[in-house]
């Protein structure tokens, strides 16, 4: 039994001394290199997870490939509808430019309407402006489908009164400019 019992006293001293000496082991070490094994440690994580990524989009592309190798069907009909979106696409294309085109024409035929009317009026021997302008308001008393709207000046009041003019230095009150004097300086 006393065998047991140092056998026992004398495990525990053992294991006491390896845990101090790996304890100053590893603490020496953190305390020098610490900072270096962190940041070893987060970029080998980074690194890590950017290799990752890469390797299951390229297993993916593989899988891609490997399929549309299998089954060709499946690359034609997505090739027919894409052609057949762009084929769609290009009509809608097609059918706003036939729109902007017929606009175009219907405004050139206003402003030739509006010239042969200016034209007519100047022959009769009237103003061609104020007459070309009449009609149209006559015509269309809605919103009118020319861009061209004419501005009427409304009274204001104006911002001072007739008689200022800042030219003349009067009417300023304290903010008046007055020139230096002549002469030399008096300077010592």
């Known amino acids: 039994m006393e065998r047991e019992g140092e056998q026992l006293s004398a495990r525990p001293a053992l294991e006491t001394e390896g845990l101090r000496f790996l304890h100053v082991t590893v603490g020496s070490l953190l305390a020098s290199y610490g900072w270096y094994i ?18 299951r989009a390229l297993r993916q592309r593989q899988l891609d490939q490997a399929e549309a ?4 069907d499946v690359v034609v009909k997505r090739q027919e509808a894409l052609a057949a979106a762009r084929l769609r696409m290009q009509e809608e294309l097609n059918a706003q ?13 206003e402003k030739r309407r509006q010239k042969i009317e200016m034209w007519d009026s100047m022959q009769e021997g009237k103003s061609y402006k104020r007459n070309a302008r009449k009609p149209q308001e006559e015509e269309s008393p809605g919103p009118s489908t020319s861009s061209v709207v004419p501005k009427r000046k409304s009274d204001k009041k104006p911002l001072r009164g007739g008689g200022y003019n800042p ?3 009067e009417g300023g009150g304290t903010c008046s400019w007055r020139p230096g004097r002549r002469g030399p300086s008096s300077g010592g």
């Open 38 to 55: 962190l940041f070893s440690c987060i970029l080998l994580y980074v690194v890590f997870q950017k290799l990752s990524a890469r390797l």
């Open 69 to 72: 190798a299998v089954e060709p």
């Open 167 to 169: 030219l003349t230095g």
């Open 97 to 109: 430019v036939e729109k902007h085109k017929e606009k175009l024409r219907q405004l050139e035929e």
